[in-house]
């Protein structure tokens, strides 16, 4: 299948069965929250200030359960890439304490889905621009190809854009964060489709606020953050769409989920409801207390960048 983007209205003969396979993204990546913080006020989730020494010991529950489910697990240092960025970047980046939201690397960048390849991010807010080149500094020292946006098209790397699991397929979330354009330069950079959802509810800025794709056949879905037709949409590509209440999902970040190994999913705790639907559908659910990210909008999907 060539590359192509979608939108809420796409094609009712695209069937992600049809698009090539991937191998299981396996690698867990992971930024040390050595300066987080709440800081500044850049979506509706960011009121009053975390607590440094319990975010530090939610994460690294966080990081446990990954060591115990994931392939492998890497975890980067903020001084250590800011070495980096000193030593081989192509100016100087600001020191990690102006940057308290480097924790949720799921934003700064989309790796490829098969090749040692990397798009950055054009992030939509001054306050976190510069993580981008803390990322940049990694993967060129891990030996990666690293592409930048022609366009200057806001995106905001897998907060936003979702491989489809198992399929070289993405959906992607615009409207607040990423803008459309971005996914027509994705597209035809990485050859693959692209479904587009539209964004309607601030509170899910991001689409991994209000969408994590299970598996193959399954989405947990919060429907009040998309259009009717873009809900339909998601309904077209996976079989079941297990719907999670606003309440669970705008103050417990449930949706903000990740399926480790299509059996294993990771949650905020607190979340009965969703927990409930997922042992009804056939899933584990392992419920995590990221209380102090959630003061700065994030929960476990945000917390971790999944590398091929």
């Not at 979506?43 to 009053?48: I, K």
């Not at 990210?293 to 917390?303: D, I």
Request: proline share 7%; charged share 25%; aromatic share 8%.
């Amino acid at each position: 299948m060539t590359a192509r983007v979608y939108t809420e209205t796409a094609d009712p003969d695209l069937r992600p069965e049809d698009v090539p396979r991937r191998p299981a993204h396996g690698t867990a990546l992971f930024v040390r929250p050595s300066h987080f913080q709440v800081l500044y006020r850049i979506n509706p989730h960011m009121t009053g200030r975390a607590d440094p020494a319990v975010a530090t010991e939610q994460w690294q529950t966080v990081v446990d359960v990954y060591d115990d489910y994931a392939t492998d697990v890497e975890v980067l240092d903020p001084s250590t890439l800011y070495e980096q960025t000193l030593r081989d970047g192509p100016k100087p980046a600001p020191a990690p304490e102006r940057l308290p939201d480097m924790v949720f690397c799921a934003n700064q960048s989309m790796p490829h889905p098969t090749e040692k390849r990397v798009l950055l991010s054009h992030m939509a807010t001054r306050e976190r621009m510069a993580e981008v080149e803390y990322l940049r500094a990694w993967y060129e020292s891990e030996g990666y190809a690293v592409e930048q946006l022609d366009t200057q098209a806001t995106f905001e790397g897998m907060g936003d854009a979702l491989w489809y699991p198992g399929r070289e397929l993405v959906v992607g979330g615009y409207g607040f964060r990423s803008e459309r354009r971005a996914y027509e330069e994705l597209s035809e950079r990485f050859d693959v489709p692209v479904v587009m959802l539209k964004l309607t509810l601030e509170d899910c800025y991001h689409l991994d606020v209000c969408l994590s794709l299970l598996d193959e056949e399954t989405a947990l879905l919060y429907p009040g953050a998309l259009t009717d037709a873009g809900v339909e949409t998601l309904q077209s590509l996976v079989d079941t769409v297990i719907e999670v209440p606003r309440e669970e999902a705008i103050e417990g970040f449930a949706c903000n989920a990740h399926s480790i190994d299509g059996q294993h999913v990771v949650l905020q705790r607190g979340n009965p409801e969703t927990v409930r639907k997922l042992h009804d559908h056939g899933f584990e659910p392992i419920e995590v207390d990221t209380s102090e990210f959630m003061k700065a909008g994030g929960s476990v999907f945000c917390m971790k960048l999944m590398l091929p």
